[in-house]
């Protein structure tokens, strides 16, 4: 096989072709987090009630027995009392509840399988993973590198192509100068 532009562009894009489209996906889920978070979405709100209590009888007791009694089997992150309200926060459920009335919630999150998990690949700093999306981001190169080559003609990257990649490169320069 002849080493070309277009055979390298087509055989690099090939190898990631699925890492491309799970990057491309996550991606814009991670852009509208806001809105809908892959990782951390609302699975389930369940209305409480306890018996009202005052911030000074929040301990780390407390919260042991109420996470027992309210059978959540998630890691404790931290908790918080002011005067008004107590708010619990798990690996996977928040609560809270106004000390006032005893009243509050629990909201249980999950995460959407698969593009959730597909969001880790964005955020992951383990040693082999950065390795590995430096091979990623070096092929992403070659790929735009060859694919500046491969049309001939009235459609080539001298003939029209460079005046798009220079709107490409103009467009998010500007979002840039814009947002800082």
């Not at 096989?1 to 277009?6: I, Q």
């Not at 993973?129 to 060859?146: E, H, P, Q, R």
């Amino acid at each position: 096989m002849k080493l070309t532009a277009r055979n390298t562009h087509r055989d690099i894009a090939y190898f990631y072709v699925g890492l491309i489209i799970a990057f491309a996906f996550s991606g814009i889920f991670l852009n509208h987090r806001r809105t809908l978070n892959p990782r951390r979405y609302t699975h389930d709100t369940k209305e409480i009630q306890i018996t009202p209590l005052t911030k000074e009888q929040v301990s780390d007791a407390f919260i042991a027995q109420f996470t027992s009694e309210q059978n959540i089997e998630d890691e404790l992150r931290r908790f918080q009392a002011t005067e008004e309200e107590l708010v619990i926060s798990y690996a996977s459920n928040d609560v809270k509840i106004n000390l006032a009335t005893g009243e509050g919630n629990i909201i249980t999150y999950r995460t959407i399988p698969l593009l959730g998990q597909m969001t880790i690949l964005h955020q992951d700093t383990s040693n082999w993973w950065i390795y590995y999306s430096d091979f990623f981001g070096a092929a992403m190169l070659v790929i735009a590198f060859t694919g500046m080559f491969i049309e001939k003609g009235k459609n080539s990257f001298r003939s029209r192509g460079f005046k798009l990649a220079l709107l490409g490169i103009i467009f998010p320069l500007i979002f840039l100068f814009l947002l800082s």
